[in-house]
T-cell receptor, first 115, second 112 residues
Framework: EPEVTQTPSHQVTQMGQEVILRCVPI?????FYWYRQILGQKVEFLVSFYNNEISEKSEIFDDQFSVERPDGSNFTLKIRSTKLEDSAMYFC?????????????FGEGSWLTVV | AQSVAQPEDQVNVAEGNPLTVKCTYS??????LFWYVQYPNRGLQFLLKYITGDNLVKGSYGFEAEFNKSQTSFHLKKPSALVSDSALYFCAVRGGANKLIFGAGTRLAVHP
């Protein structure tokens, strides 16, 4: 069964450093997403991406964050200057289209620890 | 604004007994509702969804969910719980075209 894959599974970084989290969405999907889950809290939407541009973003997704689809398969989330509060599990997800009944499939997550 | 509530932080059930994990929602317009499961140190796995049609939706691993419009609920159920069902369960509602809005999650503990 096709799945969303994410790398790295776990990254430890120093405060102020740049981090890039990588994702390979399901191959025939057109919509891509990043969500995050701070330890013990609910899963929160960060951003959605379609046709090489951001289609929606949350208040969390400020200027420190950016997304990119550098080639035909990868989808990346960059955090420019990490803060302690960026420590969280980051989930990449994808869906075939944006219809509200369409299922969004999630990857295993990248656990980011900022020290 | 769309929102989801999962009133129980944890549900404890004995193996073999039926289980229910509760979810209520608030939406404007038609609700599109989802259940996901998160096993320890794993990602979110899709279980089932309600779009329209039958109020009883069947999903993966023997789970089902009942949509109740008058009570604005979408409770997850399973007739006979397994120890391996122990995990974190999230209810979610589609909040516009591009995102899911998740509840806080309910930890299900199935005891042998």
């Amino acid at each position: 069964e096709p799945e969303v894959t994410q790398t790295p599974s776990h990254q430890v970084t120093q405060m102020g450093q740049e981090v890039i989290l990588r994702c390979v969405p399901i191959s025939n999907h057109l919509y891509f997403y990043w969500y995050r889950q701070i330890l013990g809290q609910k899963v929160e939407f960060l951003v959605s991406f379609y046709n090489n541009e951001i289609s929606e973003k949350s208040e969390i997704f400020d200027d420190q964050f950016s997304v990119e689809r550098p080639d035909g398969s990868n989808f990346t989330l960059k955090i420019r200057s990490t803060k302690l509060e960026d420590s969280a599990m980051y989930f990449c997800a994808s869906s075939q289209d944006s219809l509200p009944g369409n299922t969004i499939y999630f990857g295993e997550g990248s656990w980011l620890t900022v020290v | 604004a769309q929102s989801v509530a999962q009133p129980e932080d944890q549900v404890n059930v004995a193996e073999g007994n039926p289980l229910t994990v509760k979810c209520t929602y608030s939406v404007s317009g038609n609700p599109y509702l989802f259940w996901y499961v998160q096993y320890p140190n794993r990602g979110l796995q899709f279980l089932l969804k309600y779009i329209t049609g039958d109020n009883l939706v069947k999903g993966s691993y023997g789970f089902e969910a009942e949509f109740n419009k008058s009570q604005t609920s979408f409770h997850l159920k399973k007739p006979s719980a397994l120890v391996s069902d122990s995990a974190l369960y999230f209810c979610a509602v589609r909040g516009g075209a591009n995102k899911l809005i998740f509840g806080a999650g309910t930890r299900l503990a199935v005891h042998p």
